[in-house]
């Protein structure tokens, strides 16, 4: 159990260029999520997979984002046109086959935006 | 609207006392339900978590108890160590961990030597 592992840690760009992170998950866990984090306030959920399909979006996903899991195994979330809205930390976490099997948590990327 | 609250932001403990930290919600289909600790410069670690078919659940120093006709829980942490500092984090999720969790906002616990 390597851990869940984000690239990069830290990300700098200015505003309108686009951006993406990279997940590589827990090999055996099939279920990955992205998560956001801005100070003061939880993880927020924003998307997640199931092996390589997307099961869920939530509305704080704009159109701007998009996330992809190809063949399964690592993730890319890309934010196209950054905002000074979108400086965050965004959290990757895998999950084993059991419902009831907790969230493991990556570093994270934090991304800001100027 | 919060679905998951966590009404202190900090709190602070003599080392070897007992730390509490409380968290409410207001969704009644959550039955499943985490805590997590979040060092700075680090993703949350998961600490402990209960079902809502059970009361409490125990991990060593750490017990969570659910009060399900409150909708509250709590993280007891006995005895609080310096290297408890953290933020921590509540989570709630339904159908038996089936769906996204949804976190409160945490709590800073700072334990003074």
């Known amino acids: 159990d390597t851990g869940v592992s984000q690239n990069p840690r830290h990300k700098i760009t200015k505003r309108g260029q686009n951006v993406t992170f990279r997940c590589d998950p827990i090999?055996?866990?099939?279920?990955l999520y992205w998560y956001r984090q801005t100070l003061g306030q939880g993880p927020e959920f924003l998307t997640y997979f199931q092996n390589e399909a997307q099961l869920e979006k939530s509305r704080l996903l704009s159109d701007r984002f998009s996330a992809e899991r190809p063949k399964g195994s690592f993730s890319t979330l890309e934010i196209q046109r950054t905002e000074q809205g979108d400086s965050a930390m965004y959290l990757c976490?895998?999950?084993?086959?059991?419902?009831?099997?907790?969230?493991?948590f990556g570093n994270g990327t934090r991304l800001t935006v100027t | 609207d919060q679905q998951v609250k966590q009404n202190s932001p900090s709190l602070s403990v003599q080392e070897g006392r007992i730390s509490i930290l409380n968290c409410d919600y207001t969704n009644s289909m959550f039955d499943y339900f985490l805590w997590y600790k979040k060092y700075p410069a680090e993703g949350p670690t998961f600490l402990i978590s209960?079902?809502?078919?059970?009361d409490k659940n125990e991990d060593g120093r750490f017990t969570v108890f659910l009060n399900k006709s409150a909708k509250h829980l709590s993280l007891h942490i006995v005895p609080s160590q310096p290297g408890d500092s953290a933020v921590y984090f509540c989570?709630?999720?339904?159908?038996?961990?089936?769906?996204?969790?949804?976190f409160g906002k945490g709590t800073r616990l700072s334990v003074i030597a």
């Open positions: 090999s055996e866990h099939n279920r």
């Open positions: 989570a709630a999720s339904w159908n038996s961990g089936n769906t996204p969790l949804v």
């Open positions: 976490a895998s999950k084993g086959p059991s419902y009831n099997s907790p969230l493991h």
């Open positions: 209960i079902s809502s078919i059970k």
